[in-house]
């Protein structure tokens, strides 16, 4: 299983070109988030990047039960790194749905999602976080 990049988005020395925002679940309903500037040409590679960063939490997926998902915006804005317009709620099964007020240049990213790409990152690389 090879990836298309010529180098990996976490080795390359370039300014960060996407902004992403973990969320996770904090208990009672309620959430938290965090964000970060990451690279990439992609969404795709913005995530790898997110996930192969030296020290990431999100590498160790299947230990993050409490993970929502990630959120991947092109470009890097002071609004979205403060408070990203991001509502998060539970469906009627229960499950966590994402909802981006400002959905342009926007991928959403579930936790099997991600699951996948550590996993298909592992394979590849050996490690990841």
Do not use: N
Request: glycine share 8%; with cysteine.
């Amino acid at each position: 299983m090879t990836f298309s990049w010529k180098i990996p988005p976490w080795e390359r020395h370039e300014d960060c070109t996407y902004l992403a925002v973990t969320l996770m679940e904090q208990g009672d309903g309620q959430f938290r988030f965090s964000t970060e500037g990451v690279r990439g040409d992609d969404a795709f590679e913005a995530l790898a990047d997110l996930l192969m960063t030296p020290g990431s939490l999100l590498g160790l997926v299947p230990s993050l039960p409490a993970l929502i998902g990630v959120v991947v915006r092109r470009g890097i804005d002071s609004t979205w790194l403060a408070k990203p317009p991001v509502q998060v709620a539970r469906d009627d099964r229960d499950r966590w749905q994402i909802a981006v007020a400002d959905a342009t240049d926007v991928t959403v990213f579930s936790p099997t999602e991600i699951s996948g790409l550590v996993s298909r990152l592992q394979s590849q690389y050996g490690r990841a976080g």
